[in-house]
């Protein structure tokens, strides 16, 4: 019974997947790019399903930015037979960049722990598991939309203004993730810290203040694309990307997974819920506000 309902789900989800990519492909004309997506995370998929092991999983979903947002740039060069423009050129770094970051960051969190206890109960599972890259390769579709589609604009406007609010939003939110990331790496390298929560740094002021980040950079994102799109059905489609990035991170897989094991391991401690009283769930606030406004 349990093997025809991994199965049912393994149809579901493949399904889904395939048709929101294919539809994407189509109508956006990045077809290449999400055939591309689809292709390395179901490759990595079966190989990783075979040794049930999650390690390259992470680092994948980073290739697989980096490897679609170059295709996505070659691909418009080859079309349009012209040098890439500037605006997808530094858009397309861009995505590389914090994919880059971000996938040796998790690979190397990876190794140090063994295991991203997020697979549990999944590993085991093959076609369970194989839905997680499947749906990772919709990951990277939805979430670097803006990028994609800025490399389908043949003649892209002049640099402007918004550009360079874009750009700068962007390097905040990027700011923000890193900081965050590092500083909760020194704190959990500290033997005296084992088994306490962070809240020194940027996590005084929220508790989730690397996905604060993420969700910016990605409105950066849109803000500097968004500056050359030509048509309406691009910029429609571009917005999905900030939104897919909030609604996984405070509604599915980031926030609420997170504060879930929190309350379950500090929950009857008066101090974090202190803590968690006074400090924002996502947007930086500074502590003495915040810790004003708790009271």
């Known amino acids: 019974m349990g093997l025809l309902k991994n199965a049912f789900g393994f149809l579901v989800v493949t399904s889904i997947v395939t048709g929101i990519c294919a539809a994407l492909g189509v109508f956006l004309g990045i077809f290449p790019v999400v ?14 399903a075979a040794f049930a092991s999650e390690r390259v999983f992470d680092l994948t979903g980073a290739s697989t930015f980096i490897a679609c947002s170059v295709c996505s740039l070659y ?24 994919a880059l970051r ?23 599972q093959p076609l369970r598991f194989i839905n997680i890259w499947s749906l990772q390769a919709l990951w990277v579709c939805l979430t670097a939309l803006p990028a994609f589609l800025s490399n389908t604009v043949e ?4 640099l402007n203004t918004q550009d ?3 750009v700068l939003v962007w390097v905040f939110g990027f700011g923000v993730e890193v900081a965050a ?3 909760k790496s020194a704190f959990r390298a500290v033997p005296a810290n084992r088994g306490r929560w962070i809240d020194s740094g940027l996590w005084a002021w ?23 799109f030509t048509q309406l059905k691009h910029l429609c489609c571009a917005a999905i990307s900030p939104l897919f990035v909030a609604l996984l991170l405070c509604c599915a897989s980031g926030v609420p997974m997170l504060e879930a094991k929190a309350d379950a391991k500090w ?10 009283k006074s400090t924002p769930t996502l947007v930086l606030r500074p502590p003495a506000a915040a810790k004003q406004k708790g009271q």
Not at 37 to 45: D, E, F, S, V
Not at 212 to 223: K, P, S
Not at 267 to 276: D, E, I, L, R, T
């Open 102 to 124: 971000l996938g040796l960051f998790l690979f190397t969190r990876i190794l140090k722990d063994g295991h991203d206890c997020r697979f549990d109960g999944i590993r085991e």
């Open 181 to 183: 990331d590092w500083q």
């Open 267 to 276: 929950g009857a401690n008066p101090a974090y819920q202190a803590y968690k």
């Open 35 to 48: 055939l591309l997506a689809l292709a390395m995370n179901w490759c990595m998929g079966l190989v990783s």
């Open 164 to 166: 360079l609010a874009g």
């Open 206 to 228: 929220s508790r989730h203040p690397n996905y604060f980040g993420e969700i910016l950079l990605w409105v950066g994102m849109l803000v500097l694309c968004s500056a050359g």
């Open 75 to 98: 691909i418009s060069t080859s079309n349009f037979q012209r040098d890439p423009q500037l605006r997808p050129l530094v858009a397309t770094s861009l995505v590389c960049l914090w």
């Open 155 to 158: 003649a892209q406007p002049e």
